[in-house]
């Protein structure tokens, strides 16, 4: 069945499966036909069989109708992209020849030439294949030099096709430069690199790059069916498909797993037995999985969790795949026209779509940063499931936070409670952990997205009391209020008071302070408080700063404390035990009561920790 389709697509333009291999004989005289792996069989022949590579053609194509083919291409890719393959069609595009003697440099290779089987082949005796990981010295270089002034032997170019060229050392690649920048007229380079960073730039500016693309997914998808038709295998689009992902657009890695699958299955290609050969997870058990967490119910998550794992599933594929549905539903929520990529699974346009819709972007942008930090925590952890697991507990915790522009609109709407789904509910205003109702994520953004919102009660419902100035600590705090930090910074540090008394204020300046200091405070002042106030430079000599006195009355406090017998006990009991720092008692009761009063223009207080790690203060000091 093999060799008919091998026979008989030899005189067929453009087939994706071109075999390049003699036609069978009678199958007296015929010998065993050793077994090629597809990657090999399927290898593209001619422009024509490359997928995905559309650009570089075009350009090919243009340069070899025009004339202009220079001494030195570098093509750059990730594996399985077809580099070496570009460079055998390439080295037969350069000496492609009729048997009649005729014939010039040209891309139209339909029909096989003088050379062109055996340049396929990796066998021609003028186009040489060099492997730089293992001749990567200046010797091998210098072998390269020595025989390039020689004419070919049967073709109308000498190709030389450096694989890996990231591997030269640096003295090999200072070998080549001169051969590479003025290689004699019968001699011809091609680069091939996974590593394109590494070749020197002084390589790169004599070669002609091209970069190769992975190949997209529904591509990849067709390029497979095709192949699964010529060689008689029934497989479903979804295995396929799977096959392609796993593939991460590289068709050689495409290839080996659907030749993998082919023997795996041993009869129809199934989803399941994808699935089952690599470890996949069910793709609709991961967004089962997607929509537990969403909803912060972390015990289903868990249970699905570990599910996928007794069913085969690898921990850190679970979370790629549940990133990759994340990154899915992000897409479509941006761009609702990828919905009809025929790539996409029924379930994955569905309910990403539904998905798009109810979640919102900040949302889905710190789950796939989290997503992205947990994945490289599994892959290092000795137990993957475990560190998986905690993954989730972290992602369903998160769901059931309010973002933080979320949280500022419902205080600056007047709710004093958060609604529960968003965290709310526990009487203290900061977000509750999830229990696992399921009302978080999903269901909070229909809530903040209703134009007609239900009444919420509020807790506390105060007019803005008029700024009160009556001290240069007040102005101080006006400037902190209304976010104004380089004139607080200023009044604190370069301010010694003279005068204070409601619309006029009389200092002294701090050496090196700025002279424009009271104009700039006057102006602030009036827009604050709509008053205009009269502000001086004298020559008296004023108190002291703010930061002075701050830092006298910290020192007081520490010889305060230094004194008190049970701090003394301390000292004296730990030889080098020092005071670093005395709180105020009348300062964190006034933060207390501040921070029991909500304000909207106060920044919201952080997140209740899983784990308090603050170390307990022993009568207001820590050491």
Not at 269 to 282: F, P, W
Not at 528 to 549: H, K, P, S, Y
């Amino acid at each position: 069945m093999t060799d008919a389709i091998d026979a008989a697509s030899s005189n067929e333009p453009g087939f994706a499966g071109f075999d390049p291999a003699p036609a069978p004989q009678p199958a007296s005289a015929a010998a065993p036909t050793p077994y090629r792996v597809l990657a090999r069989k399927y290898r593209p022949a001619h422009f024509g069989d490359l997928i995905g590579q559309e650009a570089m053609v075009r350009t090919l194509t243009n340069a070899f109708a025009a004339g202009r083919i220079p001494q030195a291409w570098m093509l750059t890719g990730v594996r399985g992209v077809g580099k070496t393959t570009t460079a055998r069609i390439l080295a037969r595009a350069l000496n492609y020849q009729t048997p009649d003697g005729q014939g010039a440099p040209t891309t139209d290779l339909s029909e096989f030439g003088v050379h062109c089987r055996e340049i396929i082949e990796g066998r021609h005796i003028d186009v040489m294949e060099i492997d730089a990981a293992s001749n990567n010295g200046v010797e091998n270089i210098r072998q390269i030099n020595d025989a390039v002034r020689y004419a070919p032997v049967s073709a109308r170019y000498k190709v030389y096709i450096v694989d890996e060229v990231h591997m030269l050392s640096t003295g090999a690649f200072n070998a080549f430069l001169k051969t590479l920048e003025e290689p004699p007229p019968h001699a011809k380079f091609i680069f091939a690199t996974t590593e394109i960073r590494k070749v020197p730039i002084t390589v790169l500016s004599r070669c002609q790059r091209f970069d190769l693309r992975r190949v997209e997914a529904d591509v990849l998808v067709e390029h497979l069916a095709g192949i699964c038709r010529a060689e008689g295998v029934d497989a479903e689009q979804e295995a396929l498909a799977a096959v392609a992902r796993a593939a991460e657009g590289s068709v050689r890695d495409s290839l080996s797993i659907l030749d993998q699958a082919i023997a795996h299955a041993a009869g129809r290609i199934t989803l399941d037995e994808i699935r089952s050969m690599l470890g996949l997870a069910d793709r609709a058990r991961v967004i089962d999985l997607f929509e537990s967490v969403m909803k912060g119910d972390i015990a289903a998550a868990l249970g699905e969790l570990r599910a996928q794992y007794d069913a085969g599933a690898d921990p850190v594929v679970v979370l790629n795949d549940l990133a990759e549905f994340t990154h899915l539903v992000t897409r479509l929520k941006l761009v609702p026209e990828a919905v009809k990529d025929n790539s996409l699974a029924q379930a994955e346009r569905v309910r990403g779509g539904d998905f798009a819709q109810r979640l919102s972007i900040r949302v889905l942008a710190r789950t796939w940063q989290m997503l992205l930090k947990g994945i490289a925590e599994v892959k290092q952890a000795d137990r993957p499931v475990m560190a998986a697991e905690m993954v989730l507990v972290r992602l369903a915790h998160a769901a059931d936070l309010p973002t933080p522009d979320e949280a500022l609109k419902m205080l600056r709407d007047g709710m004093g409670a958060v609604p529960a789904g968003n965290g709310g509910g526990n009487g203290g205003g900061m977000p509750r952990p999830p229990s696992g109702g399921g009302s978080t994520a999903l269901a909070a953004r229909p809530i903040l997205a209703s134009a007609n919102p239900a009444p919420v009660p509020v807790a506390r419902v105060a007019a803005a009391p008029a700024a009160i100035v009556a001290s240069i600590e007040d102005v101080v705090a006006l400037a902190s209020q209304n976010r104004d930090i380089t004139l607080k910074i200023a009044l604190e540090r370069d301010v010694r008071p003279v005068r204070f008394e409601p619309g006029r204020i009389e200092f002294s300046l701090a050496e090196g302070a700025s002279r424009t200091l009271a104009q700039d405070l006057s102006r602030r002042l009036k827009e604050w408080t709509g008053q205009t106030w009269m502000v001086a430079v004298v020559n008296d000599e004023g108190g002291a700063t703010l930061r002075e006195q701050a830092a006298a009355a910290k020192d007081q406090r520490e010889s305060d404390a230094a004194a008190h017998p049970s701090v003394k006990a301390v000292l004296e009991r730990f030889p080098g035990a020092r005071i670093v720092d005395v709180r105020d008692p009348r300062a964190i009761a006034a933060a207390e009561n501040a921070a029991s009063v909500p304000n909207e223009d106060e920044y919201l207080p952080d997140a209740e920790p899983l784990f308090d790690d603050a170390e307990p203060d022993f009568d207001g000091i820590d050491f």
